[in-house]
């Protein structure tokens, strides 16, 4: 090695030397936030994303088996429903996706519960937590999938109008459960939406169609 590389080689390793002290000195400056992100969704918030995506999906379903042959007025905010549904459903499916979270929960409802309990307390709710509000069963389903006329109109109106009370029941459940943030915002937006369609169906179902005979 001559003079010159000798000279180089100590200056790289005093450079190295010097940057390692300096990242020393700093590291007990840098805040925690900065080694160990918080978390993008609660554990409450996940649930809740969770059920809802299930809910919403049911909504869509719904829209689906009715009658294409129904009064116009139905079938409208029949699609009017599901385009909601639909863009509800991307944005809480984009939550579960950046959060690293399965799209279905282990338990219906089991957010609901205290950390540690097994009953719950808190928001009241008229229905088990194993059982999300308003959902129709298999056997409303397919009743719906074969009414025509009136009698799908009507049933779907019922069906609709108790799963958007059940819809509400729960998003008002997350808003008293959260605590700020996105999720909690879209669920009084939910709240408001589903409430002024929950009055449309209970309008169309106090409101006879007539059918030709």
Known sequence: MNRHSGFRVAALAGLVALLLAIGAALRPLLPVDAVAAAPVLTDT?????QDMVAHHSQAIVLVQRLDRGADPSVVALAGQIADTQRTELGMLLGWLRLAGAPVTGTEPMAWMRPRGSHRHAGVDLAHHLSTMPGMA????????ASARGGRAEVLFLRLMQRHHYGGIEMAAAADALLDGGEVERAARDMITGQGREAGLLG?????????PR
């Open 45 to 49: 918030e996940i649930g809740f994303v």
């Open 203 to 211: 309008l169309l179902l106090e409101t006879p169609i007539p059918h």
């Open 137 to 144: 069963t298999a056997a409303e389903l397919d009743e719906l």
